[in-house]
């Protein structure tokens, strides 16, 4: 695909990415799609095959990878300034906002009818995150049902030993996510499989 | 007494071994609670603020940041989840020389099973906050199917849970 619109100027590429993070709720998947209307569809400064790419070195980025998404775009359409401004677009807003709803919360945490709300609202939270998860681990199912019910096990063993290790042994996230790489080196390489989320880009907030 | 730069680098350390917006909790559940300076309670609200808030999912942390720390916390938290985010362009740079290697391949499999089993420990710490009982374990419950379906918008699951909560707790 040929790219046709001319760079971005300042004060567009900020107003694109804080319309996208004030427009992003209910995490990764909205914001993607948001991302991928405004710089693919609607202006032409990427293509679908680059935004992919673009993609998988996220996902390969520690942290939120919407964030690095934010980094990699602005560094393409606008260098040094491309990414400062895509970041203080995307962040600045949003991230306002947060703490404006968290101080008017720290006003009225002492209503009853705030603290119930609240207890409905915390645990409906943990079941949304509970899906999020199940996003994760999709892929890593599959793959592990395609190579066996000994690879399928052994993934569910290693996610559920992580799990198990910091709730219960209060194990150190960094010990626990360095083990699991080792493990995984170990285990898996011998299989030589297509990049994981190849194609697999939502719900990755 | 929070000391500023233990504080920031507590928020670093869990941000750079984490991925997507909600792993880093464990690490910080750990650390701030044994310094002292969060309360259990600071994690469900934080949480719970940050999804009726807009932005990328990460941004919780800011709100527990604000909960912690106040402006300070907030602002602390925010450079923290951006630093990690910027080494995207130390990856773009070797990424296609190491793309192929097995062991690469393997190394992130594992951590990706890892980063499921710590949205496990989210999900068990989001449900063993104060004021969660069984009433809340059905909404839990609840928000998962509605959510799983795909068809309710978040903002609408959270609005409905908020209202049962008002119900079941008022």
Known sequence: MKL????????????????????SFGGGAS??????RAFIEKHKWLSMEEFIYLWNLCILTPGINL???TVIIGKKLG????????LAGMLLPSAAITCL???????????AAVQAVFRGIIPATGGIMLLVGLNFALPLIRKGYKEGIFFLFL??????????????????????????AILGTFLFSSKSTPPLYENDQEEQA | MINPFLYFLLFLKASLFSTGGFSNLPSLHQDLIGNGWAKESDFG???????ISPGPNGLWVISLGYLTYGLTGALLALIAITIPALLVLAISAGYSRIEHQTWVQGAMRGVSL?????????????????????????????????????KVNILIILGLAGLAGYFLYR
């Open chain 1, 67 to 69: 964030v690095a998404l």
């Open chain 2, 45 to 51: 609200q934080s949480i719970a603020i940050g999804q």
């Open chain 1, 31 to 36: 914001t993607t799609f948001l991302i991928q």
């Open chain 1, 79 to 86: 260098g040094t300034w491309g990414i400062a401004i895509s």
């Open chain 1, 155 to 180: 993934s569910g063993a290693i996610t559920l030993t992580c799990a198990f290790a910091v709730i219960f042994l209060k194990l150190s996230v960094i010990i626990v996510i360095l083990g699991a």
């Open chain 1, 101 to 111: 709803l968290t101080a008017i919360f720290l006003q009225i945490e002492n209503v």
């Open chain 2, 114 to 150: 890892a980063v499921v089993g710590l949205l496990l420990a989210v999900v068990w710490t989001i449900l063993h906050q104060p004021g969660v009982d069984w009433k809340g374990a059905l909404i839990a419950a609840g928000a998962f199917g509605l959510a799983l379906s795909r």
């Open chain 1, 4 to 23: 046709q619109d001319p760079r971005p100027g300042k004060w567009q590429l900020f107003r694109i990415w804080a319309s996208i993070g004030l427009q």
